[in-house]
């Protein structure tokens, strides 16, 4: 039984593909284009997918898209009536939808006509809850979604049970808390889609010094709901339009904060101008907030279920600063956050939906690592090394898997910066050490220099640990799980000077445990350093520069040159540049 999953026409398209009640692949489409947050249609990760599985598309059984046009419909027609713009975007969405199976065809090369597939239709939410709870290890539990809007809806919570999930209740559109992050985001002057994650990291720099003006802003509900103050905000007056162009541009989203909130928090920042104590107090002030609303749901949860096992969903999931406090500030004791939690997950999730709740398969997969992207041979990256590299340029060494981890554990303890390429890429937006920057976390100047030198982006922003899964507990005031770095746990005070490099101001990390049985190599690679340097720690950050996280071997060693990259690993070849200048013990 093949089902391929399609997520389109949104910011972070995606495709995956589940035979027989497994996951087989799944990637985001701008791991392709190279588009960040690439929307439109994912013809290049559908492709992969169907290559991965072995078949084509005469071999699929069904096709799981994650929308559904008849979802709140009444809702949708009234606010239609008010807001003429919303009503063509959402006549221009829906046409898109219609044509799927052409775009599919096109995309495969095969008359739509002749696809045989079956073709579902899976609201937006439920999608995202199966994507959280059908590849979760519980067999019952708590289920929450929570973003910025689909199928006109933003949140969304039920209880699954074996393969079954019960939904109980929803927040509807234009109440949402992924659209409160955005539109404050947006007020504080970072306007790019997908900027939260910012300033969730400059929100550690400053004090909740607002709490007054932000409790009216957004307000928790008596149960598992809240409210924003629509005073503040413009979207359910003229819609919270994304625009795209398919082909070249990463998705936008104009402006949703009203004069009313300027008025109340004072004038925005505008983009590129200095970020001021002000601006890192609302930050903090936004965080708190969403975090007062957030564990007030999950709370509400916790109690009218009373299950101790909750998994999460939707875009607001990927805010680890919250997660990390709803283990010490709720009543549940596991928590599941898949590593593609926003909307590239759901593709994965639409694809489970069908599988569990349709076709009635049982469940048999969990997912325990993130590597469902394209992967390479050694044979492959021979020949893209051998092509691409001049002898003068590098020293290149060819190794052995033995001598892998000691000799790269050997570059980082000197205080080299190392790109480290292996295996099959990461599915979501997280690098998991298959496609990671990686440097040694004892100096602490190490973020200053990855930020100026790598990545060239803002000096707050803070960077990942990963650990040894055996050793979190010795680093990090929790021994959960955190497989997929979406959770934020406090260092302890007294390994905070031991790694300075990936403590944040607040005194937190948000950390990888790494399984040796998951990811063996890597595993083996923070042994190494651990072994070497009595820390079994490494800073871990994605392998691009203001990209798409490197996908083939061709973009890996593209970055390498064009950064101040000392190393880079790659399959078995280790790049090392000459004169690069090593930071100081």
Not at 77 to 86: G, K, V
Not at 165 to 177: D, E, I, K, T, Y
Not at 212 to 224: H, K, L, M, Q, Y
Request: glycine letters at 8%.
């Amino acid at each position: 039984m093949i089902i391929l999953g399609i997520s389109a026409f949104h910011a972070n398209a995606s495709a995956a593909i589940v035979v027989d009640g497994h996951l087989v692949a799944a990637v985001e489409e701008e791991r392709f284009n190279r588009v960040k947050y690439a929307a439109g249609f994912p013809a290049q990760a559908i492709r992969y997918c169907l290559e991965a599985a072995g078949v084509t598309l005469a071999d699929v059984d069904h096709v799981a898209v994650p929308r559904d046009p008849w979802a709140r419909l009444g809702k949708k027609l009234r606010y239609a009536l008010r807001m003429p713009s919303f009503a063509l975007d959402r006549a221009r969405v829906a046409t898109r939808f219609v044509g799927i199976s052409n775009s599919l065809g096109a995309a495969c090369d095969v008359d739509p006509s002749k696809i045989r597939a079956r073709f579902h239709r899976v609201e937006h939410h439920r999608a995202h809850l199966a994507s959280a709870f059908f590849v979760s290890p519980f067999d019952r539990a708590a289920v929450l979604s929570a973003d910025g809007l689909g199928d006109f809806a933003s949140t969304m919570w039920a209880t699954g049970e074996g393969g079954h999930l019960r939904v109980h209740g929803a927040v509807a559109f234009p109440h949402s808390m992924g659209l409160y992050y955005t539109a404050l985001t947006q007020y504080l002057g970072f306007l790019q889609y997908g900027e939260e994650f910012k300033v969730m990291g400059l929100a550690a720099s400053g004090e909740p010094a607002y709490r007054d003006e932000f409790s009216r802003i957004i307000v928790p509900g008596t149960a598992i709901d809240f409210r924003l103050g629509l005073k503040f905000f413009t979207h359910h007056r003229h819609g919270a339009e994304m625009t795209w162009n398919s082909s070249t541009e990463t998705p936008a989203v104009a402006p949703i904060f009203s004069a009313d909130l300027e008025k109340l928090l004072g004038p925005a920042r505008h983009s590129g101008a200095p970020v001021k104590k002000r601006h890192r107090d609302i930050a903090a002030t936004l965080q708190a907030r969403l975090e007062d609303v957030f564990l007030h749901s999950i709370n509400e949860l916790q109690r009218t279920t009373g299950l101790r096992d909750l998994c999460l969903a939707g875009g607001v999931a990927f805010n680890c600063v919250a997660n990390g406090k709803i283990l010490s500030q709720t009543g549940f004791e596991r928590v599941y956050v898949q590593p593609a939690a926003g909307d590239a997950g759901l593709s994965v999730g639409a694809a489970f939906h069908v599988a569990c709740e349709v076709l009635g398969l049982p469940r048999q997969f969990v997912m325990e690592h993130a590597y469902w992207g394209p992967g390479f041979s050694v044979a492959q990256i021979r020949r893209v090394v051998n092509a691409q590299v001049a002898g003068d340029t590098v020293q290149v060494c060819e190794l052995t898997e033995k001598e892998l981890p000691s000799l790269t554990a050997e570059l980082l303890s000197a205080g080299k910066i190392v790109g480290w390429f292996q295996g099959r890429a990461e599915w979501g937006p997280r690098a998991l050490g298959n496609r990671s920057i990686l440097a040694d976390p004892r100096r602490p100047d190490m973020k200053g220099t990855l930020n100026r030198r790598i990545k060239h982006r803002e000096d707050f922003r803070p960077f990942a640990p990963s650990v040894l899964e055996e050793a979190a507990s010795d680093y990090f005031e929790c021994a959960h799980p955190s497989p997929f770095m979406t959770f934020a746990f406090p260092v302890r005070p007294e390994k905070r000077l031991k790694i300075p490099a990936p403590t944040h101001l607040d005194g937190t990390a948000r950390l990888q445990t790494v399984n040796r049985s998951v990811n063996p190599l890597f595993w083996e690679l923070i042994d190494a350093f651990g072994r070497r340097t009595g820390v079994p720690v490494l800073v871990n950050t994605s392998f691009n520069d203001n990209e798409p996280i490197v996908c083939h071997p061709e973009e890996a060693l593209a970055c390498f040159f064009r950064t101040h990259m000392d190393a880079l690993v790659i399959g078995n070849f280790m790049l090392e540049k000459p004169n690069t200048e090593t930071l100081p013990e």
